[in-house]
């Protein structure tokens, strides 16, 4: 029997964690910029950065690298950070027989894409948290997700166990892995811009729920890059399917539980089809991104709705996201101060009547469907359960009346609500705050009240993120943290670009243009798109195109943001640079469209 066949029988599929480091090492995550990394500042695991001194300490002796990459707003990473990480056997384990890594993967995102990529291709699935074994020469040798601690345990001893007397053979299945994955797919040839978007959109409405809005019958995510590009071909040519499909969506994601019915604000996705249930952390990017589809929206499906969800969004993002410096922080936590998963966000029946007049109390209960058990286990989450309309006809009452009432309901929760403690991310990631720009921007043409959030922000990004020769990945409270990549290049492009139109502004203008230069110099070349400009890991080629995620695809972006600026000043560099990218395609837009929809909506 094969080793990976031996492997694959004795631990299920291939999934595994690991790292560690001998007894003169210690925890250096104490006091990290990154909220994510200080968290785990207290274990007992011997945690390092992921740099070169680590990479050089692996080979010197002769040890796996356990690299665990999460973020802070994560619910599983706390999980087992509690119950494994905190463990003092497992501990011991990881320090004697590992080099235990760990990683924000918002502050390294090229490394966490090309983990998760390796994770994905020989497991089947992925996540966070993200635990790989790496080779000490820098091959992913085996990963998996969140284990409980004694699966954990078991799987420590085990891979320390094949380590001691088969290093050798597991270094070439590493390498002889990392080369099997990292061929280059086969290119596309002779299928049209019409052809690709076709593709899509049959993609698209294969996955689309067409009872609850969303695409997938399990977990539900906003997917905004697909979403922006349906409305394109909506726009383009009307179809009442689509239209019906997109309503649908939009209404669902706005009505029910993953929208903040109070604050306003968008959770990342929700753990059912129906949209009731979120996993309760609040990114910046999803903000972003679905104040910018909302507004969109608005005007493309003449919905006036979308255009008060987009905007109570970004009032959202300017009251909490935003700091004094102009930047917006990260994220909010799922989890609060006292440890409970949405604990910030929930209600019992009980305290809802103490705070609310009767009547405010009869219309909470019915709008927001907040009446008999729970349905989570620390309390109701809110929803719309019926409309206001609706609400106004049971009581018999004017509908204006209703909105008072549940106005001043929602004022007194709120002022609740702020009793509370959530946990927040701090840092300031630039290519986020860059889709927070062209977000501000977008609604500052709609409620000139967010023009000068838009403004702060903009000379948050020059003065503090770009030096005036390359940008900084993230902005902590007294550093700069993480490591530059593509992604940050485009967004923060395509912002300043949206705000220099905004304001006429040809300082920016400028400033927008160096960035797209630079972008191109160090990410593209004949072979293909780096996600950042070198890297340890010894896994994962040029690619030729690169995928939408929960963000668009940063490649695609750049390439739309180097579009517009040649239409204001015509550059033959720029030119050549963006033509040898368009030519660059691969087969799998045409096999897995819909994950190609930055791309091949830009295709003519």
Known sequence: MSLLSKWLCCLGLLLLPASAVGDELRNRLADHGSAYLAMHGEDPVHWQQWNADTVELARAQDKLLYISSGYFSCHWCHVMQRESYQNDQIAALLNEHFIPVKVDRELNPALDDRLIDFVERTQGYSGWPLNVFVTPEGYPLVGTVYQPPEDFKNILERIRDEWQSEAAQLKALARDTTAQLSRHAPPLRDVSAAELRDKFLKASLGRADELEGGFGSENKFPSVPQLNALLTIHQQDRQGTLDDFLNLTLQSMARQGLYDHLAGGFFRYTVDPGWQEPHFEKMLYDNALLASLYLRAARVLDEPAYRRVALETLEFMR???????????????????????????????????????????????????VSGPPELEHGHHLRIASSVETVADARQQPVEQIEQILARSRAKLLQQRRQRTLPADTKQIAAWNGLALSAFVAGAREDHGLKQAAVA????????????????????????????????????????????????????????????????????????????????????????????????????????ATRTLLDQRPDPALEKSLQLALGLREAAMLELPFWYAGHIMLQR
């Open 319 to 369: 009251r909490d996201f935003q700091r004094d410096n102009g930047g917006l922080l990260s994220s909010f936590s799922a989890i609060d101060n006292q440890g409970i998963e949405g604990g910030y966000y929930l209600w019992r029946e009980a305290e809802l009547e103490q705070l609310l007049s009767d009547a405010e109390f009869d219309v909470a209960r019915r709008v927001w469907g």
């Open 457 to 560: 922000l903009q000379g948050f990004i020059i003065d503090q993120l770009w030096d005036g020769s390359q940008l900084k990945r993230a902005h902590g409270e007294q550093q700069q943290l993480g490591r530059v990549g593509l992604e940050d290049y485009a967004y923060v492009a395509q912002g300043l670009l949206d705000y220099a139109r905004y304001r006429n502004d040809e300082a920016t203008l400028n400033v927008a243009g160096d960035i797209i230069h630079q972008a191109w110099e160090d990410f593209l070349s004949p072979e293909g798109w780096l996600l950042q400009r070198q890297s340890l890991l010894k896994y994962g080629a040029r690619q030729s195109v690169l995928a939408d995620g929960p963000m668009p695809a940063p490649s695609a972006v750049l390439m739309r």
